[in-house]
């Protein structure tokens, strides 16, 4: 009798886990808002695992309020603009086409995110390790790779820690006793990943500005992340269009949620909406890195290059990005709670 109500106590746990949905706020320069530089969007899982992508430079660093937990930090490349060169003066300084942002170097946001957070690093290596030697700084102690619990890591950590991966790669993170854990995986993206000079040592620095280059850390990616309600996000990072979309991603992990990155020199609108309609195909699209004010007064901007993307998707809806503002997706990727369609 006892081992039947351990089973139904379990099944019961799982079912309520599975009914439940995932949180998505963006964190942007200006609440209710999509601005010129924002990135950074916290993901929570019903377990209550919360994951931070691309912290950028819209957020004040280890210090944001918004930020609250955060357990795991994804980084789909070392430009400034997503491993934070810069951060935010002041939420809200500035407008929303030029927000107030101060320098970040030479830690970065993401360090002092990970390093204030006693999170885990979740990128490829090379960029990975660049990132851990920040966190060495701030807390004037080595970064240690991150322990696994079986084939997952168990969070809340108590100390910040490397979680390197490679292309192709999975990292899991199971909550202290969820039935199951959220699963991470990087995909391939095409793009540059050279780090802000600013954010290296002196001594590099003066070897590199002769040339004017800096270095490659590593490939750019992105990622599929397998929530425990069954919701599958692909978020795309920067990239051009690629066959992997197809492929990889609609095809082998059946992704039912898009964070699609707009970034004016990796696609066009009218690329933007082929990669949602007929190559990913996901059930929904959230709008991100827009490199523009997208928005006046939390309603979109007539004219703007996020207008022509979003007037040009026919198959789906499209949610932006808005700074602040929490949105819940269900498993299937169907918005419950939050959303704005333009």
Same mark, same amino acid.
Not at 28 to 57: K, M, N, W
Not at 125 to 150: E, H, N, W, Y
């Given at each position: 009798m006892k081992r039947r109500a351990s089973i139904f106590a379990l099944a019961f746990v799982s079912s309520v886990c599975l009914a439940q949905n995932v949180k998505v706020t963006p964190l942007g320069s200006h609440t209710g808002e999509l601005c010129e530089r924002d990135r950074a969007t916290l993901f929570e899982d019903p377990t209550g695992v919360r994951i931070l992508y691309d912290p950028g430079q819209s957020v004040t660093g280890g210090d944001d309020k918004r930020l609250g937990d955060v357990h795991v930090v994804l980084v789909s490349h070392a430009h400034g603009d997503h491993l934070g060169d810069q951060k935010l003066k002041a939420l809200d300084a500035g407008t929303c086409d030029k927000p107030g942002l101060v320098s970040a170097a030479p830690n970065s946001t993401t360090a002092e995110v990970v390093a204030a957070k006693n999170a885990a690093i979740d990128t490829v290596a090379p960029l990975a390790a660049f990132i851990s030697r920040k966190v060495d700084a701030l807390r004037g102690k080595p970064t240690a790779m991150c322990p696994q619990t079986g084939p997952d890591i168990a969070v809340p950590l108590a100390a910040p820690c490397n979680a390197a991966v490679q292309i192709g790669g999975?990292?899991?993170?199971?909550?202290?006793?969820?039935? +199951?854990?959220?699963?991470?995986? /990087? $995909?391939?993206?095409?793009? %540059?990943?050279?780090?802000?000079?600013?954010?290296?040592?002196?001594?590099?620095?003066?070897?590199?500005?002769?040339?004017?280059?800096?270095?490659?850390?590593?490939?750019?990616?992105?990622?599929?992340? +397998?929530?425990?309600?069954?919701? /599958? $996000?692909?978020?795309?990072? %920067?990239?051009?269009m690629h066959a992997e979309m197809r492929t990889v991603v609609h095809d082998y992990f059946k992704a039912n949620l898009m964070e699609l990155n707009l970034g004016a020199s990796a696609v066009t609108p009218a690329d933007a909406a082929y990669i949602a309609d007929e190559v990913v195909q996901p059930n929904a699209v959230i709008a991100s890195h827009v490199n523009e004010a997208a928005t006046t007064?939390?309603?979109?901007?007539?004219?703007?290059?996020?207008?022509?993307?979003?007037?040009?998707?026919?198959?789906?809806?499209v949610y932006l990005a808005l700074s602040g503002r929490t949105m819940e997706f269900d498993g299937t990727g169907a918005c419950v709670s939050g959303c704005r369609s333009p």
């Amino acid at each position: 009798m006892k081992r039947r109500a351990s089973i139904f106590a379990l099944a019961f746990v799982s079912s309520v886990c599975l009914a439940q949905n995932v949180k998505v706020t963006p964190l942007g320069s200006h609440t209710g808002e999509l601005c010129e530089r924002d990135r950074a969007t916290l993901f929570e899982d019903p377990t209550g695992v919360r994951i931070l992508y691309d912290p950028g430079q819209s957020v004040t660093g280890g210090d944001d309020k918004r930020l609250g937990d955060v357990h795991v930090v994804l980084v789909s490349h070392a430009h400034g603009d997503h491993l934070g060169d810069q951060k935010l003066k002041a939420l809200d300084a500035g407008t929303c086409d030029k927000p107030g942002l101060v320098s970040a170097a030479p830690n970065s946001t993401t360090a002092e995110v990970v390093a204030a957070k006693n999170a885990a690093i979740d990128t490829v290596a090379p960029l990975a390790a660049f990132i851990s030697r920040k966190v060495d700084a701030l807390r004037g102690k080595p970064t240690a790779m991150c322990p696994q619990t079986g084939p997952d890591i168990a969070v809340p950590l108590a100390a910040p820690c490397n979680a390197a991966v490679q292309i192709g790669g999975r990292r899991s993170y199971r909550a202290a006793n969820a039935p +199951r854990a959220v699963e991470i995986f /990087t $995909v391939p993206a095409v793009h %540059d990943s050279t780090v802000p000079r600013d954010l290296l040592s002196e001594a590099t620095r003066k070897a590199l500005e002769a040339d004017n280059v800096s270095l490659q850390l590593g490939p750019p990616i992105g990622y599929v992340v +397998r929530f425990t309600n069954g919701l /599958t $996000v692909y978020l795309s990072g %920067d990239t051009g269009m690629h066959a992997e979309m197809r492929t990889v991603v609609h095809d082998y992990f059946k992704a039912n949620l898009m964070e699609l990155n707009l970034g004016a020199s990796a696609v066009t609108p009218a690329d933007a909406a082929y990669i949602a309609d007929e190559v990913v195909q996901p059930n929904a699209v959230i709008a991100s890195h827009v490199n523009e004010a997208a928005t006046t007064d939390g309603k979109l901007r007539a004219g703007s290059r996020t207008a022509s993307f979003i007037a040009q998707v026919k198959g789906r809806p499209v949610y932006l990005a808005l700074s602040g503002r929490t949105m819940e997706f269900d498993g299937t990727g169907a918005c419950v709670s939050g959303c704005r369609s333009p």
